[in-house]
């Protein structure tokens, strides 16, 4: 398990994106009040006030979608912000290709460390593209990630980085600490701590559903499926051409995976 030590600074964060998906993740980590409203009027306000890293993030620009661009860019600079902060992170989303490509030596320049390409949708990011822009990466110096999807992201010990994304702002591949009580003979989840959550928020949301919830694997897998979509998850349901899977499937088996996980550590504690 990796862990940090010594008095570190305040990791910090820029944002370069367009559209929605790296907004909802932004709104999770200051913990926008406004944001989540999955449970509607059945909300008890489980995350509010119990988390915020808005002190992280240093900038959050919005720049022109892909289909609002040329198809083909041969200055890119044209259309990036004239200059960003100095920051220890990049995290993009939803940018032009030729703009993301382009990134790796931009960022630089601005003295940014690293840069992290959440994959939701791998025809904004396609493999030939993600190398691409790992090498160019490798080449500048900056230390890179590209999680598919983003909430498979997890701490490793050569990206000492990206590692305090996922392990000081909580967010990156879930983690939540359950226990199970009997109620009527049957074994259900009695309370559901979210460690750590997906960087969009819905561990949070999944975790509230699960209250209640009998243990039986076929109850559990169809709770959460249905938690995962109605949140909802915004990864494509187009087969990705590597993993031969949805995206947004891998999500949810992400998130199933860490609650039997999460079930098998609590009967350990009994």
Known sequence: MLTLTGNLENLTLIFIYSGEFAERVIRNLINDPSFCKSCGLYCDYCKYNVYSYVQNIRAAIQI???????????????????????????????????????????????RVKG???????????????????????????????????????????????????VLELKVGRPSLELSVVKRGGREVIGAAIVRRSAPCGSTW????????????????YDVIAKAHHSYPCTATMNVDP?????????????????????LRRAKERE
């Open 64 to 110: 022109p979608s892909p289909d609002q661009l040329p198809q083909f860019i041969d200055e890119p600079r044209k259309y990036l912000p004239r200059k960003v902060p100095e920051a220890d992170l990049c995290i993009a989303s939803g940018l032009h290709k030729d703009l993301l490509l382009e990134l790796p030596r931009y960022l630089r320049e601005f």
């Open 115 to 165: 840069l992290i390409v959440p994959i939701e949708d791998f025809l904004e990011v396609p493999s030939g593209l993600k190398r691409q822009v790992e090498e160019e990466c490798l080449e500048q110096g900056l230390e890179s990630a590209f999680p598919k999807p983003f909430c498979s992201l997890e701490a490793e010990e050569d990206k000492p980085l990206v590692s305090r994304l």
């Open 205 to 220: 949301y999944i975790a509230r559903k699960l209250l209640g919830v009998e243990v039986r694997k076929e109850i559990l």
């Open 242 to 262: 590597e993993v031969k899977e949805p995206i947004l499937h891998l999500g949810g088996y992400i998130i199933r995976d860490e609650v039997e996980r999460a």
